[in-house]
C-alpha cells in the first residue's frame, strides 16, 4: 500500500482467485482469521509483520475516499499497474464480471480483480486494479500494458 504496509491476497494460498470464478479454492484468509483484523483492515502474521487482506479502511479515510467518486490509489500491485479502493468509474462500486447481480455495461472486474480501459481522469494506465473488498490475486494482469 502507499503506507508501506503490503496488501496480500485474500486466500490462504497464493494461487486462489475462487471468489472471482477464477481457479484456487486454498482458503479465505479474512474468514479464517478469527476476528484478528484490526480496525483500519490489517493484522500481524506470525512473524510479526502487519499486512492487509482487505480494504485497508484507515488508509482510505486518510486518502478522503467516498462513496461517490473514483477511489483513490492506495497501493501498487508487484507488476506495476496501480491498486484502487472499492469505487471504480463515476464512482461505481466495482465487482467481478462473474458477480451475481452485476448488469452489463457497467465497469467491471476480470478474473484477476482488475479493470482494463482507459481513465484518463483518474491515471495514465491502461489496466488498474480494485479492491472491492476482499482482495483478489495482485499479479496476474490480462496482458495490457501501459500507456507509452
Not at 65 to 84: N, R
Not at 89 to 113: E, N, R
Not at 115 to 138: H, I, Q, S, T
Amino acid at each position: 500500500a502507499l503506507n508501506g504496509i503490503p496488501i496480500r491476497s485474500p486466500a490462504t494460498s497464493s494461487r486462489s482467485t475462487s471468489h472471482l470464478g477464477g481457479p484456487g479454492g486454498c482458503g479465505d484468509a479474512v474468514a479464517e482469521s478469527d476476528g484478528t483484523f484490526d480496525a483500519c483492515g490489517g493484522r500481524a502474521d506470525a512473524l510479526g509483520t502487519y499486512h492487509y487482506h482487505m480494504l485497508p479502511y484507515c488508509l482510505l479515510n486518510a486518502l478522503n475516499a467516498t462513496d461517490y467518486t473514483h477511489s483513490p490509489q492506495v497501493g501498487w500491485s508487484l507488476d506495476g499497474f496501480p491498486i484502487y479502493g472499492p469505487r471504480g468509474p463515476y464512482g461505481i462500486a466495482m465487482v467481478p464480471c462473474s458477480f451475481h447481480g452485476h448488469q452489463d455495461p457497467k465497469p467491471c472486474l476480470d478474473p484477476c480483480g482488475g479493470y482494463e480501459g482507459a481513465l484518463p481522469k483518474v491515471d495514465n494506465f491502461l489496466y488498474r486494479y480494485y479492491m472491492p473488498g476482499p482482495l483478489p490475486e495482485l499479479h496476474c494482469s490480462s496482458g495490457s500494458g501501459n500507456r507509452s
